[in-house]
């Protein structure tokens, strides 16, 4: 899960990378919403590392405030794009 967790957490910022380099608005929404859901992955991640490590629940959510914040600016983004 932790290797999850990495994959999705990381790959958030690796696509914003290549929506800011976008050649489209349609292929920027398109890397936006790639963004989008690996945010939401990265949560589902978090809450599964919580659940199966129960003592690491305080330093857990810190990162999932995070990750809804993200999750909560991507959305956003993408709604303004059209």
């Given at each position: 899960m932790v290797n999850q967790l990495i994959r999705a957490g990381t790959s958030v910022g690796a696509n914003y990378s290549e929506a800011d380099d976008a050649e489209s608005k349609i292929d920027f929404r398109h890397k936006i919403g790639i963004c989008k859901k690996e945010s939401r992955e990265s949560k589902h991640?978090?809450?599964?590392?919580?659940?199966?490590?129960?003592?690491l629940k305080e330093d857990a959510k810190i990162l999932w405030q995070e990750a809804k914040e993200i999750n909560?600016?991507?959305?956003?983004?993408?709604?303004?794009?059209?």
């Open positions: 991640f978090i809450r599964m590392i919580v659940a199966t490590a129960p003592e909560l600016i991507l959305n956003a983004i993408y709604k303004k794009v059209s």
